[in-house]
Nanobody, 119 residues
Framework: QVQLVESGGGLVQPGGSLRLSCAAS????????MAWYRQPPGKQRELVAG???????NYADSVKGRFTISRDNAKNTVYLQMNNLKPEDTAVYYC?????????????WGQGTQVTVSS
C-alpha cells in the first residue's frame, strides 16, 4: 500500500508564502517522479510543478519564478514552496506519484490540501 499525505495548506494574504509537504509511505523502493497538481474552484485540475527521479523540475507558466518544488529522499517527502501568492492560486492542491511496473503504471493521489489566498 502506498499513501500520500499533504500538509501545509491554509489561508494566506496576497503576497504571502506557504510551504506544502507531501509525505509518501508504503512499498516505495526507488525514487520516482512526483508532481503537484491543483484544482481551482470551478476549473479543471492542472499540473503545477513536477520533479523527476533525477531532481529535474518543471513548472506551469503561471507559477514560474514564484513556486519551487523539491524533495527530501531521506524523508520520502516532496515540497512545494509557494511565494508571492496571488488570489488565482486559490485551489485544492494534490500530490501525485506514478510508479511504473510490469502490470502498467500505477497512479497515487493525496487527499488534497486547501490553499486560499485572500485579503
Amino acid at each position: 500500500q502506498v499513501q500520500l499525505v499533504e500538509s501545509g495548506g491554509g489561508l494566506v494574504q496576497p503576497g504571502g508564502s506557504l510551504r506544502l509537504s507531501c509525505a509518501a509511505s508504503g512499498r516505495i523502493l526507488t525514487i520516482h517522479p512526483m508532481a503537484w497538481y491543483r484544482q481551482p474552484p470551478g476549473k479543471q485540475r492542472e499540473l503545477v510543478a513536477g520533479i523527476t527521479s533525477g531532481d529535474a523540475t518543471n513548472y506551469a507558466d503561471s507559477v514560474k519564478g514564484r513556486f519551487t518544488i523539491s524533495r527530501d529522499n531521506a524523508k520520502n517527502t516532496v515540497y512545494l514552496q509557494m511565494n508571492n501568492l496571488k488570489p488565482e492560486d486559490t485551489a485544492v492542491y494534490y500530490c501525485n506519484l506514478v510508479i511504473s511496473g510490469f502490470s502498467g503504471p500505477r497512479t497515487y493521489w493525496g487527499q488534497g490540501t486547501q490553499v486560499t489566498v485572500s485579503s
